[in-house]
């Protein structure tokens, strides 16, 4: 127990190496322990390592099948790999176990809001997609999207093979935004921006549609952040809507 | 019975030097800024690690839906070749939420309505860039911190 309880205190002191190295060492003394096995199963998620946190997690799960613990460290792998389902599934698993188990809670209901697979482009929306095209983006725009918060595209510039997947992904990102800003009473998302090396992306959301525009780096964000309502009012006003 | 089951209760004793002590100070400082109401330091398995967030907020819930988040962040930009997430905030009528990466996991910082958000990104930005240069100068233990 004390090799658990030094790992444990790795965990909160943010030393997860160590952490999990003792977690080790006490699954080899006691191969048959739910708790070294959710131990490490926190610790290798929490190093960023979710093959090895998934083995640790069912680990866990073999030994106490209705751990809800392990069922949300395993829900949220599910999700890191898109497998919307399985997340869901373990979720609902974990609060028959636990039913007053908030993370759970909150992590369902954002779920059920995350499209597991973005919809094609409908062809009844051609016409609509012509005449988007033809609105005036901003000079430095590399990339435009608009879609519904499904992950449903209706304009796409450039046309690239992968935007069918970046409109999933950031169907997903507009759910999780949207649910971490309720839960913390602040109401749902009208504006973002996430910033990567190679540029930002400035969304702006409402309940029926999504624009997200990439400009590179250099542009200051308050002035990404005006291009982008702009051209989402242009989009609107050419009934994008 | 709490979920966690069987955990051990495991009261880290005072005075010892560690990463998360470092990263406590950073985040307390840009918690003073005007206009932010608080701020959570996660790891990347939804653990509050440290919170200067008013009580009325459901820190636990509110951990595991950034987390979620912040690693689909991660996980989308690498997947789809978008380069290294590297910080993002996101606005409501009532406020702000900036997430952003460290080597613990994430750093979450609450805003209220209508503060100046380029003063608190530029901090933010900085508390990041703290956060990782505090990491490089430890060892691989977080000895050093």
Redesign the interface.
């Known amino acids: ?1 004390e090799l ?2 030094r790992a ?2 790795c ?8 952490g999990a190295a003792l977690a080790r060492e006490a699954l080899a003394r006691e191969p048959r322990s ?2 070294a096995h ?2 490490a ?3 290798h ?4 390592d979710p093959e090895s ?1 998934d083995t640790a997690f069912r680990a866990a799960l073999a030994l ?1 099948p209705e ?3 392990a069922m ?2 395993l829900a ?1 792998i599910a ?2 790999r898109g497998d919307v389902r399985a997340c869901r599934e373990l979720l609902e698993r ?1 609060l028959r ?2 039913p007053d ?7 369902l209901e ?1 779920v059920g809001m995350v499209p597991g697979v973005a919809a094609p482009e409908a062809s009844s929306v051609a016409v609509t997609v012509a005449r988007l095209s033809q609105v005036p983006r901003p000079d430095k725009s590399r990339e435009c999207f608009l879609m519904r918060p499904d992950g449903s595209l209706v304009f796409a510039h450039p046309a690239t093979a ?1 935007r069918e ?2 409109g999933a ?1 950031l169907a ?2 507009v759910s ?2 949207g ?21 930002t992306t400035f969304l702006e959301a409402d309940s029926r549609l999504v624009l997200a525009l990439t400009l590179p780096p250099e542009v200051p ?2 002035e990404g952040q005006r291009e982008a309502t702009e051209l989402w009012k242009r989009f609107v006003a050419e009934g994008a809507a | ?1 709490s ?6 209760a ?1 009261v ?1 004793p005072g005075g ?1 030097p ?4 470092a ?1 406590r100070s950073i985040l307390g400082e840009v918690a003073k800024i005007a206009g932010v109401r608080g701020g959570l330091l996660i ?5 509050v ?1 440290a919170s200067t967030l008013p009580a009325e ?2 820190v ?10 912040g ?7 690498g ?2 070749n ?16 900036f997430l952003g990466p460290s080597p ?2 994430f750093v979450l910082v ?1 805003t209220e309505r209508g503060c100046e958000m ?1 003063t608190v ?1 530029g901090e933010f930005r900085k508390a990041l860039d703290t956060l990782h240069a505090a990491w490089r100068a430890g060892d ?3 000895g050093k911190l």
């Open positions: 127990m658990l309880q444990e205190r965990r909160r002191e943010g030393r997860f190496e160590e739910t708790l959710l131990l199963g926190y610790l998620a929490a190093l960023r946190a106490d751990h809800p613990r949300l460290g949220r999700l890191e974990s176990a636990y188990f908030p993370e759970a809670h909150a992590l954002a992968t997947a970046l992904h997903r990102v999780l935004a649910a971490t800003l309720i839960r913390a009473g602040l109401g749902p998302l009208r504006h973002a921006a996430v910033a990567t090396n190679p540029g964000v308050m | 019975m979920p966690e089951g069987r955990a051990p495991a880290p010892v560690s990463r998360a002590a990263v790891a990347s398995d939804g653990f690690i907020v459901a636990d819930s509110l951990a595991a839906l950034a987390t979620t988040l690693r689909e962040l991660e996980l989308g930009t997947r789809l978008r380069g290294t997430f590297s910080s993002a905030f996101f606005s409501a009528d009532e406020g702000s939420v613990l996991g609450l380029g990104r691989h233990t977080g």
